[in-house]
Each structure stands twice: as C-alpha cells, then as structure tokens.
C-alpha cells in the first residue's frame, strides 16, 4: 500500500530579472521584468511504508521544491498530493505531527539557547506525552551521541554536531515519515558514518519511510533501496541502484599504479577519470574493449605496479543518466 502518492505535480515561480548597473535598477523601480521558472512539471510516484528512497538530480532540478511540497511548505500549481490520508498544504497542523524535517542548510534550533531548550520547545509544540518524550530523547541521546552536547548553545556546535541534534529534534514526536534535504552537506567522514547509520537504525527499527535528497552518492549508495531522479523539473529514473548497474553493467573501470612517475597515455575507447604521478583511473565499455591490450597500452607510460579493474562508482552511473537525458 501507497503511504505517499504524487500525481501530476506542477509548481512554477516568477522570477524578477534585470541587467547590471545603476540606471537598469532605477528602472527597475518603476518597470520590473519578470520570468517564469518551471521547478516541477508532472511529477508523479508513489512511495510505500518502511522505503528509503534516494531522490537526486542536478542542481535547479526541483528537488527541494518537491520536499517543501510533500511537507506542507509549498502549495503546487497543478496535481495532487496525499500522504497518509492528508493533502499536506490543506491539513498541515493535523499533519506535521506524522512527518519530521530536516533541511541540512536550515536549523529548527534556536541559536543562542542549549540544545536541550529548543528540544523541549518541541516538546510542548507537538504536545509530546512526558513519558513518550523521555523515552525518544534517551534513546536519540544514545544513538547520535549527544550527551556531552545537551547543555551547548547551537552556535557553538560544529556542523556535525548541530546536524546530529537537527535529526534528533526531527525525531522526537515519533514520525512515519522523515524528509531528509541534503541531511550530511558539509560534514566530515566521521559524522557522516554516524548519521548514515543512525537513518538506517531507525528504518529498520522503527519502520521510519525516509526521503533523502543529497548529492552525495556516497549517501545514496549506503541507504537508498530505489533512486528516483528528476531533472529540469522531470522525472527521469525510478528503480533500484543495482538495476541502475545493470543498465550500464558493461562499463567498467581500470585503476592502474605505476612504479614511478609515468608519462600520460591516451587510451582510445577509454575515458581518463583521473590521474596523479603514479595512479590513473580511466573507464572504457567492456563489451567493445580488449583488456589485455588495454593494459598492454597503460604499461606503455611506465612500469606497472598494480592493475584493478571493477564496477564504475555510483556518480559516474548518475552521471551517464544525466548525460543520457542531457540535464
């Protein structure tokens, strides 16, 4: 059963424009141009219960207006939208209390107060049972570690740090649902391992149906179970990442280390992804590509030390379906 379904979702913005200098902004007081932008376009999919799905596309794509959208923050221009029963604009008070929010360059915590004081603030916002609010803070205490963090006003947090409580507080009143809107931007290796684990805990346990935008792939590869994609406020992709493989599952990569410092080798039928001294990374189609003559020509730069060949990471998948569909 369908616990989201977007149907025919449009949203366009008007957009003022003008050109530089003084005298156009002087005109532009009296006469200001404006353009239409199209975010979304006939959005449509469905999500069931206990889903993690991964929604990407490039920038300007209309990602985040679609999250603003399913959270009750944005009004569509066309279509329908029904989560758990409840058109999200129209019944929002009834239903906030199902959804939590995280936006990774928006805070719901107030900045110069402990961390602890925005938490109970939502307590009373969302009028949380005492024994149902202890009982979420020790456990969200104890999985994102933040014992030592209660007491601290949010400016004097690291990034890492305010994001774990942003998840936290998002969590408190128990929701089914959980947008997450570039959840780990900015944060080092260490936080984003923890809030990784932490979102696949909760759906696990929980039966917590998560939304993630990121562009991260590495985020999407941990977590999403199907990737659904949009670009210039279309879809483009929905299915699983191991389908995604399969797609372009000829495609493959070939890192190769040399000795010593080797010279550039220009491979034909091969794309150089990077290259260093002594390491280079290309990718080449496996189906039209002899491999023993490929490594033949590599050694031509230098002596080889090691050679790997393997899958294509996840972003140049995501890249040959953005390529694919010229977004």
Wanted: proline share 4%; charged share 25%; glycine share 8%.
């Amino acid at each position: 059963m369908s616990l989201i379904t977007l149907q025919g979702i449009g949203k366009s913005f008007k957009v003022a424009k003008r050109s530089a200098g003084f005298r156009e902004a002087v005109k532009a007081l009296f006469a200001r141009e404006h353009t239409i932008v199209e975010a979304l376009r006939d959005i449509s999919f469905t999500v069931r219960e206990g889903e993690i799905v991964g929604y990407i596309g490039p920038n300007g794509a209309g990602k985040s207006t679609t999250i603003k959208i399913m959270s009750g923050v944005l009004v569509p221009d066309t279509g329908t939208c029904s989560i758990m029963g409840y058109t999200p604009w129209k019944d929002r008070v009834r239903y906030v209390r199902h959804i939590g929010v995280v936006f990774g360059q928006r805070s719901q915590l107030w900045w110069d107060v402990p961390v602890i004081d925005s938490f109970e603030l939502l307590r009373d916002i969302y009028a949380i049972p005492p024994n149902v609010y202890r009982s979420n803070l020790e456990m969200l205490t104890d999985m994102l570690d933040l014992a030592d963090i209660l007491r601290t006003p949010v400016r004097q947090l690291s990034l890492g740090q305010r994001m774990r409580c942003e998840i936290a507080a998002s969590l408190l009143h128990d929701p089914a649902i959980l947008f997450l809107d570039e959840p780990t931007i900015g944060l080092d290796a260490e936080s984003k391992i923890a809030v990784r684990s932490f979102i696949k805990t909760i759906n696990r346990e929980r039966g917590v149906t998560v939304i993630l935008t990121t562009h991260d792939m590495h985020d999407i590869e941990a977590l999403a179970g199907r990737i659904l994609m949009i670009g210039k406020g279309t879809p483009l992709y929905d299915g699983s990442l191991s389908d995604l493989r399969s797609r372009y599952g000829s495609r493959k990569t070939i890192t190769v280390e040399y000795r010593g410092v080797a010279d550039p080798v220009d491979v034909p039928g091969a794309l150089c992804l990077s290259r260093s001294d002594n390491r280079a990374v290309y990718t080449f189609d496996s189906d039209r590509t002899d491999i023993a003559g490929l490594i033949n020509r590599l050694s031509a730069g230098g002596e080889l030390a090691d050679v790997e060949i393997g899958s294509p990471p996840v972003d140049e998948l995501i890249l040959q379906l953005y390529k694919e569909h010229q977004v």
